[in-house]
């Protein structure tokens, strides 16, 4: 009976909150591969009467202590993060994420964090109670809803970026009737006119601490490591027109970047602003990301559901501008 008045109320502020949802996902418990009963009774409930679907996205496989105990015995957010993983991948649908009990928050924005992860593009957090005595600004309305819009900065299981070149790091467009028909020559004699997009050397250099970098494009070398050497930017590994038989939308060229910085095709992320880019990364078993800041394809992209998007240069590191 609990359960199903718990399911309408919830049902009442999704309503309310126009919430709109593809999945229901419940966070596990502090126990080792738990879902507490009334929550998973819950979710289903919800999922049904919202026409959501409803999946336990979630697992905890190393238990931890409850986060209801004393201050000083709690589990941080670091320890929730290492002891829960995301068992399905997601292209950019929304979320309903509910657990029981609001302590801290850290539990849920670990979870929160490994669905982003996986490409979860939006989150509402409903939460049945919160312990007493521990106030959060999170908290408002209805003292049990937040909403999370999804994050930026580049996801924690990535370890090499891959970029392409022309329309995501540089703006070239006033050599494109060059590029497009071939004339590298020229196109060579003109790259002082070729300008890079604002904060992209920032951006670099940051990520450069973090991550191994690649370049992937489809121009040759002769043409696009002058740009890299005129930028004074530092790769790990670059891949240009004829080191690879085969060409984006193919997977080669990116397949190769990967193996030359040592990493797995799971473990990179590649960035492009063309939907070609899009395509070879999914096909090379990659995370997709579009780079809009400079697009002429921007709607294309956004349509075609990456897991990623970003507006700006500096939302690869949290900076937003404008």
């Known amino acids: 009976m609990a359960?199903?008045?718990f399911s309408k109320f919830v049902s009442s502020i999704v309503s309310i909150e126009n919430i709109p949802a593809n999945y229901v996902i419940p966070i596990p418990s502090s126990a080792k591969d738990k879902i507490s009963m009334s929550l998973k009774g819950l979710g289903s409930e919800v999922a049904?009467?919202?026409k959501m679907g409803y999946i336990e996205a979630l697992n905890r496989h190393t238990p931890v202590k409850?986060?209801?105990?004393?201050?000083g015995d709690r589990p941080t957010y670091q320890d929730h993060y290492d002891s829960i993983n995301c068992v399905k991948s997601f292209r950019s649908e929304k979320v309903l994420l509910l657990d029981d009990v609001y302590t801290m928050g850290s539990t849920a924005q670990a979870c929160i964090d490994k669905l982003i992860e996986k490409g979860v593009g939006g989150i509402v957090l409903i939460t049945l109670g919160k312990t007493l005595?521990?106030?959060d600004n999170a908290v408002k309305k209805y003292q049990i809803t937040k909403k999370y819009d999804r994050k930026h900065e580049v996801p924690r299981d990535i370890k090499g970026i891959i970029f392409d070149l022309d329309g995501t790091l540089v703006d070239s467009s006033m050599l494109k009737s060059l590029r497009d028909s071939y004339r590298w020559k020229e196109a060579k004699q003109n790259i002082h006119q070729i300008r890079e997009f604002d904060g992209i050397s920032e951006v670099l250099s940051n990520l450069k601490n973090k991550f191994r970098l690649g370049l992937v494009t489809s121009s040759p070398e002769t043409y696009a490591s002058r740009i890299v050497k005129m930028m004074k930017w530092n790769f790990n590994a670059c891949v240009y027109y004829h080191d690879t038989q085969n060409h984006k939308p193919h997977p080669e060229p990116l397949l190769e970047c990967a193996k030359k910085m040592g990493l797995k095709p799971e473990e990179c992320l590649a960035i492009g602003d063309e939907i070609i880019d899009l395509q070879a990364a999914r096909k090379a078993n990659m995370k997709d990301a579009a780079a809009i800041w400079g697009s002429s394809e921007k709607n294309n992209l956004i349509d075609f559901k990456p897991l990623f998007i970003y507006e700006y240069p500096k939302d690869l590191i949290g900076k937003r501008q404008g």
């Open 133 to 135: 005595g521990h106030e």
């Open 66 to 71: 409850s986060s209801h105990l004393a201050q």
């Open 48 to 50: 049904d009467k919202n």
């Open 3 to 5: 359960v199903i008045e």
